[in-house]
């Protein structure tokens, strides 16, 4: 079992920058994809983004492309993702969670795929 650990998350205007950072232990991390979703007030949550075990694929949701970056340090044993150009419509919770399957050739945007769930970081846009 793989433990998570999110952090980076606050308070920022709209057009601002954030990048939340997810430090994993447990298990051996370069061998596993990664994934960040995300929950608001309300709503499901939802997938935001994802990558690969290598590093060499990505997957995001369509309302973050352009936007946000998630990138992966395996000898940090930490995913990243860079939030740019920030709406309030990126308020939320923010989690991260690694993949069930080693090294999976697929990057889900299923939650049922993903394990291993971090606490979420608060992050909270303002106009």
């Known amino acids: 079992q793989v433990q998570l650990v999110e952090s980076g998350g606050g308070l920022v205007q709209a057009g601002g920058s954030l990048r939340l950072s997810c430090a994993a232990s447990?298990?051996?991390?370069?061998?596993?994809?990664m994934g960040w979703f995300r929950q608001a007030p309300g709503k499901e949550r939802e997938f935001v983004a994802g990558?690969?075990?290598?590093?060499?694929?990505?997957r995001y949701a369509d309302s973050v492309k352009g936007r946000f970056a998630i990138s992966r340090d395996n000898a940090k044993n930490t995913v990243y993702l860079q939030m740019n150009s920030l709406i309030p419509e990126d308020t939320a919770v923010y989690y991260c969670?690694?993949?069930?399957?080693?090294?999976?050739?697929?990057?889900?945007?299923?939650?049922?795929?993903?394990?291993?769930w971090g606490q979420g970081t608060q992050v909270t846009v303002s106009s």
């Open positions: 969670a690694a993949d069930r399957v080693y090294r999976s050739l697929v990057v889900s945007y299923r939650s049922t795929y993903y394990e291993s």
């Open positions: 447990g298990r051996t991390f370069s061998n596993y994809g």
């Open positions: 990558i690969s075990w290598s590093g060499g694929t990505t």
